[in-house]
């Protein structure tokens, strides 16, 4: 009885496995792109984007959201002369933070300028790099507009900090310079 009783249940079974196929009617998919999706390769080319692949670029004359405003001033040598000649602080004395201005200067300007200001920093000890000067040397009229421009885009041999210093630290490090600047003068 037992016996027949399980062939019984596995003969249900399989009946009912078979039954259920039907070779007449096609196999719909809930979601077919989950099951057999499409396998792009790295930069490879594609009909997305109207020049292939690149990335998305804001709509231009857009600003981002925020604090952000643009540097109008060119990386050219005019540039430069403007910005020194005609660039002013945004911050009041108030603003202007010397201790977090020295922390930034430290971070990024002290391994070469030196942390007086004086171009002696420990890279320039270890002559990896030359030439750096002091902040005091006659030949040297640095201004608040030329110190945030050199910051922005860099001079010479000295790279650009725009990436790693916002706006708003990019001025406390100048403040910073002027007050080593007016030090290291008297």
Partial sequence: MKTSLK???????LVSFVSCKKDSRPNYQYMPNMYQSVGYETYQESDAFANGVQAQ??????????DF??????????????????LT?????????????????????????GNKGNGKGKLVDREKIL?????????????????YHVI???????GSYANQLNEEE?????????????DLEK
């Fill in 170 to 182: 990019r001025w406390q490090v100048v403040a910073y310079v002027e007050k080593l600047k007016a």
């Fill in 57 to 66: 670029l804001p709509a231009e004359g857009t600003i981002p959201r925020g």
């Fill in 131 to 147: 030439g750096v000067p002091s902040y005091d040397d006659a030949g040297r009229a640095i201004t608040t507009g030329s110190i």
């Fill in 69 to 86: 405003m643009p540097y109008e001033i060119e990386n050219t040598n005019e540039g430069y002369e403007l910005a020194k000649t005609t």
């Fill in 7 to 13: 062939y019984i249940v596995v003969l249900g079974l």
């Fill in 89 to 113: 602080s945004p911050l009041d004395s108030t603003q202007v933070d010397y201790d977090k201005g020295k922390a930034l200067y430290d971070i990024y300007c002290g391994i070469c300028h």
């Fill in 152 to 158: 922005y885009y860099g001079k010479n041999t000295m």
